[in-house]
């Protein structure tokens, strides 16, 4: 009863009224695993909780160390969230590096637009 309408969440994806929601493939992509992979999940999440804890210490002192350190966890748990989910957005992040989101790419998984849900996400912008 509660996914018989669409929420604001879900709409960057396609699915139906009851909460059959797939991936919009033409927004995301997906990407294999890589050597590293876990290292790299598990480190950018230590960093990033790491940084949180130096910037609430950074605040009452510099303003600019502050800034930067909020920007380093954001990077991390950013990273995290994306090696998490394995799915990133073609157009990047705010203020994300391209050069990350140009790693995930080399590694993207080949997808078929010609199939239903690829259709039916065109058609329906």
Not at 75 to 101: D, E, H, M, V, W
Request: one cysteine or more; charged letters at 20%.
């Amino acid at each position: 009863m509660f996914n018989d309408f669409r929420e604001s969440k879900f709409l960057n994806e396609s699915g139906s009224k009851r909460g059959n929601w797939y991936m919009n493939r033409l927004d995301y992509f997906q990407y294999h695993r890589y050597p590293g992979y876990k290292q790299q999940k598990y480190g950018s999440l230590l960093i990033g909780v790491l940084f949180y804890f130096i910037s609430l210490n950074i605040l009452t002192s510099t303003f600019i160390g502050f800034i930067v350190c909020c920007y380093i966890c954001y990077l991390a748990l950013l990273t995290f969230n994306i090696l998490r989910t394995q799915r990133c957005r073609y157009r990047g992040y705010f203020l994300y590096p391209t050069k990350i989101i140009l790693f995930f790419r080399a590694r993207e998984v080949p997808v078929n637009l010609n199939d239903f849900d690829s259709v039916a996400t065109m058609n329906s912008k």
